[in-house]
């Protein structure tokens, strides 16, 4: 499954788990077709890091704006648990994507496994960088912002609700929008491991 938007120029890259079966596997573009996408896009939207209409198919028309959507897993994984071995195979795209975006300045990870993917991705250790829905880790010239998945099951079950998953993003919006208008090239400085910070 191929990014989704335009990674060399976005300063949001969203991470998720992989292609959902009767979503993204179905229709070939991250998170539509399914309820998860009705949520994130409906969040985009609202955000300003979509523009357009999402109708659940690759035609509507909707546009990405200064943001991108990955996933840890290119391919559907059985029964949508990706192996170990699935993730690590999977990890040199997510390398590639990160290396390609030279704006990038914030990730938002859609679960344990999309956080441990972009931890590893970007050099970091997992033990410094605990997964936890709310949290902020600096990540070197990167902020990772974490969420549970929006997912049908996390939603019905309410451990993730429509307003946790706006919070999250509310966050990445305002730390865009402090940034310098200019936007100016800042040296990588290698993850060391900071206290999170919770949104």
Do not use: W
Request: with cysteine; charged share 25%.
């Amino acid at each position: 499954m191929p990014t989704f938007g335009a990674p060399q120029t976005a300063r949001l890259l969203i991470v998720g788990l992989a292609p959902g079966l009767q979503g993204a596997n179905r229709t070939g573009r991250p998170f539509t077709g399914d309820y998860a996408g009705d949520l994130l896009y409906e969040t985009l939207l609202a955000f300003g890091f979509a523009q357009g209409r999402y109708e659940a198919r690759p035609d509507d028309g909707l546009r990405l704006v200064d943001c991108a959507i990955a996933n840890a897993v290119r391919c559907v994984p059985p029964q949508n648990k990706p192996t170990p071995a699935e993730i690590k195979t999977c990890r040199p795209f997510l390398e590639a994507t990160r290396e390609s975006a030279a704006r990038l300045r914030v990730i938002v990870a859609l679960g344990r496994i999309a956080h441990e993917s972009v931890v590893r991705a970007l050099g970091g250790r997992l033990a410094a960088f605990p997964f936890g829905h709310g949290l902020e880790h600096d990540l070197g010239d990167v902020r990772l912002l974490d969420s549970y998945h929006c997912s049908r099951y996390n939603t019905n079950t309410g451990v993730l609700t429509p307003a946790m998953f706006r919070a999250v993003f509310k966050q990445a919006r305002a730390i865009l929008d402090t940034e310098r208008a200019d936007d100016r090239h800042r040296l990588p400085v290698p993850p060391q491991g900071r206290r999170p910070r919770r949104i």
